[in-house]
């Protein structure tokens, strides 16, 4: 069977095109999806799996930065505030409004009621568009927390943000599959292995990290989106710009669901940063670390471990205290940040994540430096204009590329799930009705799930328990999301890996299931390459 990859492979080295995107982390999806949307002819490689950097482990958080009105950065909130407000608007299914709950400790360098007042100006900058402020006193703080510790609180703040209601990486896919539906050829496990211009052109030299094979890609234009690579490969292809990355180490433990109630708790921790519990269905995410580290290439410490694990159990009421036989999963990653010249900078903490978009006219080459997920579409929009300014032929300039499918599309779903009566087919263990979960992650291809199941009413079961994924949806996986490792789907397409024990999934009989959905002759050396791993 030809699968989706091998096509684009296939096609890669067979034509020129345009534009060539090296990296598939959010700011290369939206690239690729936006020029893609707006007809420009694209191509997109990533040397491992899409979002398999920094954009499958963030907190899972939309935000409009708040924290940013500490170091007076009015006009980078104000942005990331319309931005996230425009992922509401665009994702309605999936970028969801959720409420923080601040603890501010005694002797801060705030007091309460000034971080309130700033919480306020803060919703004013986000034009209403979430529920409003309100003070809590530490007497308030406690009653409708009794898990945080009062003992040293003055008091804390309610907001409004947004979270991802699935995890990061299957968003920053929903980008990948975007350009795909628009005509890109997009491929995972290709590395640009060296690239040179000649003739007016891109040629990079790739590597097909499966087969080992190698071919040629030929572009006029080239974007680096390869996040925290992106200063190696602008060094090979000998492309100089302003701005450099430093890289900040973050790391996030999953554990047991810490409250019942599904707010998202906010503290300061010892190092001075946001520090946050999130909801994460039936478990709780908890982080974040800012560790500067001179390489991408990290993992878990039990340092950083420790210093999570001591921050929430003092900032809690936890009885019995976490343990690190406490932690379910990890996630880890670098932040490539975005800075001028070559020199450091004088306060690490309140360093942001704005991004910067530099242009090569010459040589036809864009470099994406920095950036977060609350700010992808307008990395979209600026890489867009950017090469249509180079003379990069733009078909279709006012062209929507991003969003859910139109109202009277997500009408029509749920009329055809509804007479068909899908939600009594939704397993008891399930969180949430199956009409609402197809949409959400597969939006119009839902429709495909409905003819399924139509067919046979059995394909609407889970495969593994506590998964919330059922055969059709393992089916329409290996048909459309290109995955290539088992891991891919365990833990980008599906946040699996993020809510189960290693133990748990190893012993899933659904496990092999999937697999052979997903493979089939290869299914059992693809369990044990990733039971291996």
């Known amino acids: 069977m030809t699968t989706l990859r091998q096509t684009n492979l296939a096609r890669l080295a067979g034509q020129e095109f345009d534009v060539l995107v090296i990296g598939g982390g959010i700011n290369g999806a939206v690239s690729a999806a936006a020029l893609a949307g707006r007809g420009v002819k694209v191509a997109l490689i990533e040397r491992e799996d899409f979002a398999s950097g920094v954009s499958s482990q963030s907190s899972n958080l939309a935000w409009g930065g708040i924290k940013y009105l500490e170091s007076w950065e009015f006009l980078l ?75 040293n609180a003055a008091g804390g703040l309610e907001y409004s943000d947004c979270y991802l209601y699935d995890n990061d990486a299957r968003f920053v896919f929903g980008f990948v599959r975007k350009a795909l539906d628009y ?175 530099e242009v090569d006219r010459e040589r036809m080459h864009l470099s994406i430096l920095g950036g977060k997920l609350t700010d992808c579409l307008n990395v979209g929009d600026e890489v867009v204009a950017a090469l249509a300014a180079l003379g990069i032929d733009v078909p279709d300039p006012d062209a929507s590329w991003y969003g859910e499918p139109p109202a009277e599309v997500h009408r029509e779903y749920l009329r055809q799930a509804r007479l068909m009566n899908l939600d009594e087919l939704t397993a008891d263990s399930s969180s949430e009705p199956l009409s609402e979960r197809f949409w959400r992650r597969y939006g119009q291809s839902a429709f495909h799930l409905l003819e399924r199941i139509r067919e046979d009413r059995s394909c609407a079961r889970l495969l593994i328990v506590r998964a919330e994924y059922t055969r059709c949806e393992m089916e329409l996986t290996a048909q459309r999301e290109m995955v290539v490792k088992l891991e891919d789907f365990m833990r980008r397409r599906s946040k699996i890996e993020l809510v189960l024990r290693p133990e748990e999934i190893a012993n899933a009989p659904g496990l092999r299931r999937a697999a052979e959905i997903l493979f089939g002759e290869e299914a059992e050396a693809k369990v044990g390459e990733y039971l291996a791993g």
């Open 77 to 151: 909130v104000n942005k990331l505030c319309r931005s996230r407000n425009e992922l509401m608007r665009a994702y309605p299914s999936t970028v969801k409004e959720i409420r923080f709950f601040t603890t501010i400790q005694r002797g801060f360098r705030w007091p309460p009621l000034f971080i309130f007042l700033g919480s306020v100006l803060y919703w004013i900058m986000g034009r209403f568009k979430t529920r409003p402020p309100r003070y809590v006193s530490a007497r308030q703080l406690e009653a409708t927390e009794p898990v945080i510790n009062t003992e």
């Open 183 to 357: 005509g890109c050829v997009a491929a995972n496990y290709v590395a640009a292995t060296s690239m040179r211009r000649e003739q007016g052109r891109w040629l990079v030299e790739a590597r097909d990290a499966i087969s080992g094979e190698t071919f040629t890609v030929a572009a006029k234009a080239l974007v680096n989106a390869a996040g925290p690579w992106l200063d190696a490969l602008n060094r090979d292809a000998g492309i100089e710009t302003a701005h450099h990355h430093l890289f900040s180490k973050g790391i996030h433990l999953i554990v047991d669901r810490v409250t019942d109630n599904k707010r998202v708790l906010t503290f300061f921790a010892s190092d001075g940063r946001l520090f946050f519990l999130i909801p994460m269905g039936s478990r709780t995410c908890v982080g974040t670390t800012d560790t500067q580290v001179e390489s991408p290439e990290v993992g878990v410490t039990d340092e950083d471990r420790d210093f999570v694990l001591s921050n929430i159990n003092t900032l809690l009421d936890m009885d019995p205290p976490l343990t690190r036989d406490s932690i379910i999963a990890e996630r880890c990653g670098v932040r490539p940040l975005a800075v001028r010249g070559e020199g450091g900078v004088a306060d690490w903490v309140q360093l942001s994540r704005k991004h910067e978009v």
